[in-house]
């Protein structure tokens, strides 16, 4: 089996992230077979969460899946450092995505709710060859509204690389991006975020959601109407 560089991946979203071992976040303690045991997990988990605190919501572009799972048919070789130092270890890259086939720039789209508002979801993970675990490797829970075609307001949790490969190979730290951050109505600056598990974090963004809506529509008033046929 020919294991590649992680650089090859076209799993990391923005090619100059630097990616390294002390990153990665264990979904769970328990081993997975394969990505699709823990996207099951994962689906299930958040529909939970959603009929828990009452927020009705469907899919956009509504004729697909409401996640789309996919990876890479080859791994990858991770460093232990962002400098490429230390041992490296072999992983599958692969994501779980409630916006296919529409990219992430392109809104709205992913869960939309009543007041059509939306909760755009995107993680990327990696599924460990030696202990058959998967780790959170990125995150994004975006929140957003849209009036007049333009996004007047969201929120954003983030979890990223906190170093950058520049375009001559070298590896610098970025001192103003934490891993785990967070947007408020601007891509900048980005707030430090504490690292909790991916269970409390989505809990915590829904929670908020639940919360905030009739504030936020009192505010921003009705978004864009969305038809439910892409």
Same mark, same amino acid.
């Given at each position: ?5 992680? =650089?090859?991946? =076209?799993?990391? =979203? ?20 394969? &990505?699709?045991?823990? @996207?099951?997990d994962?689906?299930?988990y958040? /529909? ?7 927020l009705?919501?469907?899919p956009? #572009? ?12 080859? #791994? ?12 490296? !270890? #072999? ?6 995505s ?22 755009? !979801? /995107? ?16 995150? @994004? ?19 990223? @690389?906190? $170093? ?7 590896? !610098? @730290?970025?001192?103003? =991006? #934490?891993?785990? $951050? ?26 908020? !959601? ?13 978004? /864009?109407?969305?038809?439910?046929? &892409?």
């Amino acid at each position: 089996m020919i294991i590649k560089n992680y =650089k090859e991946s =076209k799993f990391l =979203k923005y090619d100059y992230q630097a990616i390294y071992q002390n990153m990665l976040q264990p979904v769970s303690p328990k081993e997975y077979s394969c &990505f699709d045991e823990f @996207s099951s997990d994962f689906e299930l988990y958040i /529909d939970m969460i959603m009929r828990e605190v009452g927020l009705d919501y469907f899919p956009h #572009p509504e004729k697909y899946p409401y996640f789309q799972l996919e990876y890479e048919n080859f #791994p990858v070789f991770i460093p232990e450092n962002a400098d490429e130092s230390g041992k490296e !270890i #072999p992983f599958i890259l692969g994501s779980i995505s409630n916006m296919y086939p529409i990219k992430h720039n392109i809104k709205p789209s992913g869960f939309i709710f009543d007041d059509f508002s939306y909760l755009q !979801i /995107d993680i990327t993970l990696a599924h460990s060859l030696n202990d058959r675990k998967i780790y959170l490797l990125f995150h @994004s829970f975006h929140y957003g509204r849209m009036r007049n075609s333009k996004e007047v307001y969201f929120f954003r949790y983030d979890k990223e @690389s906190d $170093h950058e490969i520049k375009s001559d190979g070298e590896i !610098i @730290s970025l001192d103003y =991006k #934490p891993i785990h $951050h967070f947007h408020g109505n601007s891509d900048d600056p980005h707030f430090e975020d504490r690292e909790i598990s991916w269970e409390e974090k989505i809990t915590k963004v829904i929670n908020i !959601i639940r919360i905030n809506l009739p504030r936020l529509l009192d505010k921003y008033k009705e978004c /864009d109407d969305i038809q439910k046929v &892409f």
